[in-house]
């Protein structure tokens, strides 16, 4: 069985690189092929213009300045999701007052939002103004249909027994939701990072992937674009693998038996 489950976890390992591999394939065929760096360099020249990044002073201090707002909108979000949900799950007239609030700020375009705050605020602040409205409902109906979807029996239960409601929560909950809102967390990451990378580039926000990769666009310099796209890969996949170890290991309280 040991041996069996190690070959499961083998195969399971071999998919990404499969994928990849056939992306980098496709990549180097197509390069060959258009035979024109300007429009699509080789995979050499990418990872060429990738070192002299590595290299530069210039790209850590854009890729902390985007890491940074990143996780500021991130923080941001999810404290007002959370103080927001919350009630809301508990009590129907907030449910209700917020409904149309929620609705409004998902419906509206991510351009819009973007080409409005280019007025409103100022650059600086901008990509972290726009991650918040559009991450954050999107984490409050994840919070909301979390702490809602918690098993309705083991509710009653923890009723008829008088367990006190400080237990309850902690016992019952947040293990029942904490699963589900950290699937959103880890979901909301990888569009948080893409947000503000988009934001960056229509603000021409100063320190930031998004600037870095609007100039190599402005100056044809298309290796080192591709560089910063890949770059903005790994940082999305890396905060979604924190979130992913974090759900794996640390969650692991059984509801029926805490209670």
Known sequence: M????????VVSLLYPL????????????????????????????TFRGLGELLASADFYAAAGGTLLRTLIGFAISLILALALAL???????????????????????????????????????LPV?????????????????A????????????????????????KLYIPQSMPSILSG???TLGLMVKLIIAAEVMSNTARSIGQSMSLAQMYLETDVLIAYTLVAIVLSAALEGIVALIKKYALRWNCADNI
Request: charged share 15%.
């Open 185 to 187: 967390v880890q979901s």
């Open 147 to 170: 702490v809602q979807g918690v098993d309705e029996k083991l509710k009653q239960m923890s009723r008829i027994y008088n367990v006190p409601r400080a237990r309850t929560a902690v």
């Open 129 to 145: 103004v726009v991650s918040v409205f559009i991450v954050f409902p999107v984490l409050y109906t994840t919070i909301l249909n």
């Open 2 to 9: 040991k041996g069996g489950g190690r070959a499961v976890k």
């Open 18 to 45: 499969i994928t990849v591999g056939l992306v980098f394939a496709v990549w180097a065929v197509a390069a060959y092929a258009v035979d024109l760096p300007i429009v699509l360099p080789t995979i050499g020249e």
């Open 87 to 125: 009630p809301a799950a508990f009590f129907k007239p907030v449910e209700k007052l917020l409904a149309p609030l929620v609705l409004i700020s998902r419906a509206v375009p991510t351009m819009s939002v973007i080409l409005l705050c280019l007025l409103w605020v100022s650059n600086r602040i």
